[in-house]
């Protein structure tokens, strides 16, 4: 049933900094042919680590999110550079945004977001048996490093500035694992 489509024509149809907007031509196995755009990263994939201090105690960051013109409240996030690995750049972001460094790094899930015209692809980590470290990153100001409980989740995730969906859904699947550790 799912023969993946045939791919062709593939046209930058205009290109900044950070994406490439491309057109593709698609045909599907029963002869049917569309257009499709979608929006191409500059790099393939990036990590959103879930820093736990504890089995409860998770931490979080303000940062200015430019889509939606406000500080979002948000887990540690950033792309993977050229020839890191997935623990690589987790363990990066997680000195560079908040100052601590983990011991314990698992791999939870691969994720997609708007998978119809994005190709995204966001790798989600939990850090566990954090320790205190510093380096600077490409932060434009310091980021507001705040400490929330897993058990009071089903209320931190009505929180006006937590709007992300991908950090919405890795503190869920960050509560589940660490339960399961249990």
Known sequence: MHKK?????????????FFNIQSIDVEFSNGEKRQYERLKPSCES???????LDDNAV????????????????LVKGKIDEGESTFEAANRELIEEIGYGAKKLSFIKTMTLAPGYQSNI??????QDLYRDHAKGDEPEPLEVVKHKLSDLEQLV???????????????MARAVIKNQK
Do not use: F
């Not at 990036?46 to 736990?52: E, G, N, R, S, Y």
């Open 158 to 172: 009505y929180n006006k500035d937590l709007t992300e969906a991908r950090t919405i859904a890795a503190l869920y």
């Open 5 to 17: 489509p045939k791919v062709s024509n593939i046209k930058n149809i205009a290109t900044t900094k």
């Open 46 to 52: 990036a990590v959103l680590v879930v820093p736990m």
């Open 122 to 127: 966001t790798h989600i980590v939990l850090a």
């Open 59 to 74: 931490l979080m960051i303000y940062e200015y999110s430019g889509g939606t013109d406000k500080y979002e409240l948000t």
